[in-house]
């Protein structure tokens, strides 16, 4: 009666496993967003097409975390970001100097960039979802 209990348990464990292993994961959609540095960026600017969107955070801000694990991971906003935008993550204590030379006040900021690296907008603090797919649809509607 044991074996039996214990071999249903590690059978049951296996297909839980499996399960979570193959089924999609909407939640971690921005997993698949490809983030930059500004130095990255800075290589291949001539050839970037497309707006820019930076993301100012830090380890210790939590709404820097909720943006993250929330607002990024919406399936809506990582194809509006995918699809659109040039991005780029700016870690404000490793990088000062270029928090500073975006004028950075507040975290999470926001900045939004044309190709040719005019200022579009900037909004600071979290944005949830369903407004940040709104500001993003703005944005990918201006010239």
Not at 7 to 21: D, G, K, N, Q
Not at 23 to 28: E, K, L, M, Y
Request: net charge positive; charged share 20%.
């Amino acid at each position: 009666m044991h074996k039996q209990r214990t071999a249903a348990t590690v059978l049951l464990c296996l297909a839980l496993l499996v399960l979570f292993a193959v089924a999609p994961d909407d939640r971690n959609a921005a997993g698949s967003l490809q983030w930059h540095s500004i130095r990255q960026y800075a290589d291949v600017r001539d050839s970037v097409d497309k707006k820019i969107y930076i993301h100012f955070w830090a380890d210790w801000c939590g709404y820097c975390r909720k943006m993250e694990n929330v607002t990024f991971a919406n399936p809506a906003v990582a194809n509006l970001l995918r699809e659109n935008f040039f991005l780029i993550k700016v870690n404000t204590d490793r990088d000062r100097r270029v928090a500073d030379a975006f004028q950075v006040r507040g975290l999470p900021s926001n900045l939004f960039l044309s190709a040719d690296g005019s200022e579009i907008a900037r909004r600071v603090g979290y944005i949830p979802p369903r407004t940040f797919v709104q500001v993003l649809e703005a944005i990918v509607s201006t010239n």
